[in-house]
């Protein structure tokens, strides 16, 4: 697939009964795609028989995908990896603006992706280098200008740089530009109403030490970025203390299909 979009979709419930394992079972999983965008997507619950050995992932672009873009997603309940990046070695694939809470941020054998100005709440930073198969190493990756609450990714071979870590979340060691606090961020995502909704906060005391930072390109709302802008994160209109930011609107079939769908779970 070339030159295409996915968007606006609410993708949830996959593999509910989690009937299957193995490879391949994922909201949005794509093979050797360039110059596509996955943008404004739901993707909630996928499922999987067993997360340590089988795939149940949110979005995997698996092998030769190059020049792609999955902006501005929320993703959420994810039992396997919530986004993946697998065997991608041909050129830059970019994953910005993207709110992804819990499952595992996740990297095998793919080179030269860029992850910035993403709000990542208790995701797992995963690395695997495919040597069975006879796939090149990890490199080339970066992370920057994201925000991590209480899990980082400090553990990984990935550059990191001008990153905030927020609710006891660890930097790398050495990274240069990160702003780490331990003050509890209080996130909490509202999936129940026409609206999917998420609130944190930012300490006045953090927010200060930020005020001097300038982001670049679009926000989650599609703002350009300039001086006095929030620098971290999808939301460059983000005020010191609590934060409620729209991140979805819900068909109103939505309701009604999943208690259509939740009342044939056994």
């Not at 909201?27 to 499922?47: D, G, M, P, S, Y």
């Not at 930073?125 to 992370?143: C, H, K, M, S, T």
């Not at 970025?225 to 971290?232: C, E, H, I, M």
């Amino acid at each position: 697939m070339a030159h295409s979009t996915i968007s606006h979709n609410s993708i949830e419930e996959t593999n509910y009964r989690r009937e299957f394992g193995g490879a391949e079972t994922g909201a949005i999983k794509l093979h050797r795609t360039h110059n596509t965008t996955i943008e404004n997507n739901l993707i909630r619950q996928v499922r999987t028989i067993d997360s340590k050995s089988s795939n149940g992932d949110g979005i995997w672009l698996d092998v030769e995908n190059y020049e792609n873009s999955i902006r501005n997603n929320v993703i959420v309940e994810v039992e396997g990896n919530s986004i993946l990046m697998e065997a991608n070695w041909v050129g830059t694939n970019d994953i910005e603006n993207n709110i992804v809470v819990g499952g595992r941020l996740a990297t095998f054998s793919a080179r030269d992706t860029v992850w910035r100005y993403n709000l990542l709440v208790d995701a797992l930073g995963y690395w695997v280098n495919q040597v069975d198969l006879d796939r090149p190493a990890i490199e080339g990756a970066i992370w920057s200008n994201n925000v991590f609450i209480r899990r980082g990714v400090a553990d990984g071979p990935d550059a990191t740089r001008d990153n905030l870590y927020l609710g006891g979340a660890k930097r790398r060691e050495g990274e240069q530009g990160a702003v780490v606090t331990s003050a509890e961020p209080h996130f909490a995502i509202d999936m129940d109403g026409a609206e999917v909704t998420v609130s944190f906060a930012i300490d006045p005391a953090v927010y200060r030490r930020l005020h001097d930072r300038i982001g670049d390109g679009v926000d989650f709302y599609g703002h350009e970025r300039g001086k006095g802008d929030f620098a971290f994160g999808p939301f460059s209109n983000v005020v010191a203390g609590k934060n409620c930011m729209s991140v979805f609107r819900c068909s109103p079939r939505r309701a009604r299909a999943l208690e259509i769908l939740r009342s044939g779970i056994r």
